[in-house]
């Protein structure tokens, strides 16, 4: 009996029989606590530890970037804001100015506006001259020419010349003509001929034809012509000589460009890579002198 005990009890298996060992870590003999991680479990700690640190620098980082954006923004809405008061201080100036001078001067704000208009409207044209390439010295010809004419128009209409000078006409030749209305009659006459050479030479520079020019500057002269017979307080005449030079300097930039032209091919010049494309192909010109036969 006890030997068939043996053998059932030796028959029955094992079920830890063929397992490996399990590694147990022994207590450290001096502490009794377990012995440090390993390399590779110290290794994985590292590494999460300096995630963690890059994370928090980077939300960090994140957070000042963020406080510096609101401080560029605040810095770029103050500074937008100065400089849009800067200007509208200039408009107010330029336009206040132009209005006080026509009031102070020439006894009408309505001169400030009209000279404020022709001024903004010849100085853009000259911005738009300038920008396709036409040269400051003709502008400032130009211009030079509307300050002449603004002087002589100026100062003959505020002193009354042309009225005088067709009073005193009309007297030598003895015109059997109303010595009311004679200074009228011979200013439609002057101012038709004036006007006429003028744009008959105007035309002949600038090499259009000369037939219309000559009956449109004839058109034009009657009525500068009346307008010149007419007797003016000085203040009109300042404020009439004004005008008339910011008109006389964009006609003249008109004559010049008509006259001249615009160098279509210097304006090309600036917008065109020339110099990078003539490069280029030096450059595959070289390569595909180099190249072996049979290469594209």
Known sequence: MA???ASGASA????????APKRVRKPSPRTGAPPPPGIRSQIGTTKAAATKLAMAHVDLGKAELSAIGGQIARVAALLGAAVGLVISAAILLVVGGALFLGEWLLGSIGWGVLHGLLAFVAIALACVLLAVGVSTRRIGRALLGGVL???VIGVGLGLDLPNRAYVALGDSLGLAIDPASRPLIIGLIVGAIVILIVAILIAVRAGTSVGPAAIGGAILGIPL????AITFVPQVGAGLGIATGYIAWMAFLGVDVAGTGIDVEALKRR???QQTIDTSKETLEWLQKRMPPGIG
């Not at 012509?225 to 010149?228: H, N, Q, Y």
């Open 225 to 228: 012509g009346a307008l010149s």
């Open 271 to 273: 917008f065109y890579p």
């Open 149 to 151: 004419v603004a002087i």
């Open 12 to 19: 029955t298996p094992d079920p830890d029989a063929g397992a």
């Open 3 to 5: 030997a068939n005990g």
